[in-house]
């Protein structure tokens, strides 16, 4: 497992000594800053891209539970605190666990213990974009402008939203399925990969309809796309 990235913001020096020698000796931690200055921590934040804040509650300026709405999604908090009326709010803002201060080094470990299991079954970000090799130069092709794919042979052919013809590149159908994110598209012929949300119905025979062009579906596919359907249909 990679390490977990870590910051402290507490406006008590002592404080984030303690916690920045607690993070340094322990193998699974990167201490990545350490910030006395709440305001400054969340400017600093967008840069260093934490997986993880030791944050203290009472501070001035911008106290713990407000600098927590601003903390982005992927990160997760560990609150540290010197006052037990906080512990119900915390949660309010999906924190892994609450310290008492003074910290043991005991208890800081039981809560690193949780930030590893979330750190375990977090899902990887997927891709937003992958090279493809034209014949005359690598194009970036960015995912969500994919309507759907055409497998000729050793040939695929993408169909894009911006341009009328489609590219085409030396590679079989398969390879590029391995490399397309699989919440985003899917296989549904032997010749076919479609963006899933830029379909935009599926007619009486079970095909699919993107963009006004027709794309089939084989009976071995049929089932994945109606169970697609059925997980996003707004009223049942």
């Known amino acids: 497992m990679h ?4 910051i402290v913001v ?26 006395t200055d709440p305001v400054q921590a969340v400017s600093a934040m967008a840069e260093i ?36 009326q906080y512990a119900f709010e ?17 208890k800081f470990l039981e809560a690193v213990s949780k930030a590893e299991k979330w750190m375990a079954n977090r899902p990887e970000k997927s891709r937003r974009s ?4 034209t014949d005359r130069e690598y194009r970036n092709i960015e995912f969500d402008q994919i309507l759907y794919v055409a497998g000729m042979k050793d040939y695929v052919l993408i ?20 490399k397309l994110p699989s919440d985003m598209f899917m296989r549904v012929h032997r010749s076919y990969i ?5 379909i935009t119905a ?14 089939p579906v084989s009976d071995s596919y049929r089932k994945e796309i109606e169970k697609h359907v059925k997980e996003n249909l707004l009223a049942r």
């Open 49 to 84: 891209k934490p997986d993880l804040v030791f944050l203290d509650i009472q501070m001035p300026d911008l106290n713990g539970l407000e600098l927590a709405r601003l903390i982005p999604e992927d990160t997760r908090i560990i609150f540290t605190s010197a006052f037990r």
């Open 90 to 106: 915390s949660y309010e803002v999906e924190a892994l666990d609450y310290i008492l201060k003074p910290i043991r080094y005991q």
């Open 10 to 35: 507490d406006d008590e020096p002592l404080a984030v000594e303690m916690l920045a020698t607690y993070i340094r000796k322990t193998p699974s931690l990167e201490l990545a800053g350490t910030f």
């Open 202 to 215: 599926i007619d009486s025979c079970g095909d699919i309809l993107i963009d006004k062009i027709s794309v």
């Open 130 to 133: 992958a090279f493809i090799k």
């Open 159 to 178: 169909y894009l939203t911006s341009e009328p013809e489609p590219i085409v590149t030396h590679i079989t159908l398969k390879a590029i399925e391995e």
């Open 194 to 198: 479609v963006a899933l949300n830029k």
């Open 3 to 6: 390490k977990i990235k870590c």
